[in-house]
C-alpha cells in the first residue's frame, strides 16, 4: 500500500467511527435480528488474494457496526459496562497508530512514562499510600489475579518458600478467607493459582452481600482474606476497616476486588462505604468500567510492589529495577507484549480531573436512585438499599420479571439483564456510563414500566 492510500484509508476509518459515534444514540441499544443475519456474509473461506484496506474497512462498518450493542450510547444498563469518554477514543486512536509495545521502557517510553504518571494519580485519586505500586492489565480478573498471586508470593517468602521457584507442592498451606459474595472472576484466579476453587472458607453475609464480621474467622499470617468493594448485584461494600484491622493484627493479607467500586474512594459521599478499603494489602480494579475507557483495560495496585515484582518479574527478584532506578513495566505484569493501556487511563484522567471523577461517580449514583424511585413508584419492589450504581428490581414472580426483561430488550429503548440474589429473580440496573443523562434514565424508566404492564397483561402474576 502506497503512503497516500494508507491516508486515505485511516480517515475512511475516522468519518465511519465518527458517523457511528453521532447515530449511536439514536439506535436501538439490542442488536437487530437483520443485523445478526448478515453476519454470515462473513462466514467465507480467507480469499486466495486479499482485498482492498478501504473495502475491508468499508465491510466491516457495513455489517460490523449494526452488529454492535450500543453500550456507549448512554441506555445500555446491562454488566457493569460503561461507556468510552470521547478523549480515551481520540486517545486510543493516536495510541494505535503509534503500535507501541509497553512492555519496556526502551520499547516505548512515552508508555512507560504515562503508567507512571497514572499510577501515582490513581494511588492519590483513592487515597493509597505514596508506596502502592502497580500494573496495567486486561481487566479485574487478571488484575484480581496478579494481586493474589502477589499475595502467595509474599505469605510464603515469610515461611521461607519460594512458590515462584518451587510451586504449590510441598509448600506450607495457605488458607484463603473469601466474602460469600465475591466475584466469579476471583474464584477463577485462585483456580488458576493453584489456591483451589473451593478450598477457600466462604463467609455468610447479609442481605446486602457483606461480610458478616461476626462469622470471621480468626485471621494468622498464613491467610488471604478476600473482600470487595462494590458488589455486582448490590453495589455495596465489605466492613473494610474491620477486616483490614484484624488482618494488620494477625499478619494475614487483604485484597480488595474493587473493580467497579474503588472508583467511589474519588467521591466524599461514598466515604463512609469505603471506609478502610485504603488499608488492604492489594486491590483490583478496572478502568473500562466506570472510568470509561475503551476494552479492554484494568488495573492492580500492591502496598508493597516488590511482591507484584517478585509474583511476576521474569528476571530474579533481587535485580535492580534498570539502570536508572526505573520501574520496568513488564516486571509488574503477567504479559510480556502488551498494549500500551496507560495511554487511555491517562487521558481519561486528565480530561475529567479529580472533580470530573467525583461527579461522574455521583451523577450515575444519583441515576440509580432516580431508578429506583420511578419503578418503586410503579408498583415495582427494589430488592437492594440502593447505595451505589446498583439496581435490583422484582416485577412480581420470576416468570414476569424474566418476560419484563425479554419485552424491554426486544423494545431496544433501553438494555438491562437478569440475576437471581438471594432466591429472588431480578432484573438489574448497573448505572456506569459518562452517556447517560436524565433524560435516558427517564425514557428508561418509561420503558421499564411499559414493559411490566405489557408482562402482567398477557400473564398477571
Ligand atoms: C466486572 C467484575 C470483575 C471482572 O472484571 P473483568 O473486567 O470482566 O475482568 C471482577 N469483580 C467484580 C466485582 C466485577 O464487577
Redesign the pocket.
Known amino acids: 500500500m502506497d503512503e497516500t492510500s494508507a491516508i486515505d484509508v485511516l480517515q475512511e476509518a475516522a468519518r465511519r467511527a465518527v458517523a457511528y459515534v453521532q447515530s449511536v444514540r439514536d439506535r436501538p441499544v439490542a442488536v437487530s435480528a437483520m443485523a445478526l443475519q448478515r453476519l454470515d456474509e462473513l462466514k467465507h473461506p480467507l480469499p486466495r488474494t486479499g482485498l482492498d484496506a478501504g473495502e475491508v474497512v468499508r465491510h466491516l462498518d457495513e455489517i460490523g457496526s449494526p452488529a454492535t450493542v450500543a453500550t456507549t450510547g448512554g441506555r445500555y444498563f446491562g454488566?457493569?459496562i460503561g461507556g468510552a469518554l470521547p478523549a480515551t477514543v481520540a486517545a486510543s486512536w493516536l495510541a494505535t497508530a503509534w503500535d507501541q509495545n509497553a512492555s519496556f521502557r526502551h520499547t516505548s517510553p512515552i508508555a512507560a512514562v504515562l503508567e507512571d504518571v497514572s499510577l501515582r494519580w490513581l494511588t492519590d485519586l483513592f487515597g493509597l499510600p505514596d508506596s502502592v505500586g502497580g500494573a496495567f492489565v486486561?481487566?479485574?480478573?487478571?488484575?484480581?489475579m496478579a494481586a493474589l498471586a502477589s499475595a502467595r508470593h509474599a505469605l510464603l517468602a515469610r515461611l521461607d518458600w519460594d512458590v515462584e521457584a518451587k510451586g504449590l507442592y510441598g509448600a506450607p498451606e495457605l488458607r484463603v478467607i473469601v466474602s460469600g459474595e465475591i466475584?466469579v472472576?476471583?474464584s477463577k484466579a485462585l483456580s488458576l493459582l493453584g489456591l483451589g476453587r473451593d478450598r477457600v472458607i466462604r463467609v455468610p453475609t447479609d442481605r446486602q452481600g457483606r461480610l458478616l464480621l461476626d462469622e470471621l474467622p480468626a485471621l494468622d499470617d498464613r491467610t488471604i482474606v478476600c473482600i470487595?468493594a462494590?458488589?455486582?448485584n448490590t453495589g455495596d461494600f465489605d466492613p473494610a476497616a474491620e477486616v483490614c484491622r484484624r488482618a494488620r493484627d494477625a499478619g494475614a493479607w487483604v485484597h480488595v476486588?474493587?473493580?467497579?467500586?474503588l472508583w467511589a474512594l474519588a467521591h466524599r459521599d461514598f466515604a463512609d462505604l469505603a471506609e478502610g478499603v485504603s488499608e488492604a494489602d492489594s486491590w483490583?480494579t478496572?478502568a473500562?468500567?466506570w472510568l470509561n475507557v475503551p476494552y479492554?483495560s484494568?488495573i492492580v495496585l500492591v502496598r508493597r510492589p516488590a511482591d507484584l515484582r517478585a509474583a511476576m518479574s521474569v528476571s530474579a527478584a533481587y535485580l535492580a529495577e534498570n539502570v536508572d532506578g526505573e520501574r520496568e513495566p513488564s516486571h509488574y505484569t503477567p504479559e510480556s507484549s502488551r498494549r500500551a493501556r496507560g495511554i487511555e487511563i491517562w487521558a481519561a484522567l486528565l480530561t475529567l480531573g479529580r472533580d470530573g471523577i467525583a461527579d461522574l461517580v455521583e451523577r450515575n449514583c444519583r441515576h440509580a436512585r432516580a431508578f429506583a424511585r420511578g419503578l418503586e413508584a410503579g408498583g415495582f419492589e427494589i430488592l437492594n438499599d440502593v447505595v451505589l450504581n446498583q439496581v435490583l428490581v422484582s416485577f412480581g414472580s420470576p416468570e414476569t420479571t424474566r418476560a419484563v426483561i425479554c419485552l424491554l430488550q426486544a423494545g431496544g429503548v433501553c438494555w438491562c439483564g437478569g440475576t437471581v440474589w438471594q432466591g429472588r429473580t431480578a432484573m438489574r440496573i448497573s448505572v456506569s456510563s459518562w452517556a447517560t443523562t436524565n433524560t435516558d434514565v427517564q425514557l428508561s424508566i418509561d420503558a421499564m414500566i411499559r414493559a411490566a404492564e405489557q408482562a402482567l397483561r398477557a400473564s398477571p402474576a
Open positions: 454488566m457493569v486486561t481487566g479485574a480478573s487478571m488484575a484480581n466475584h472472576t476471583l470487595q462494590g458488589n455486582v476486588d474493587g473493580a467497579f467500586g483490583a478496572d473500562h468500567k479492554d484494568g
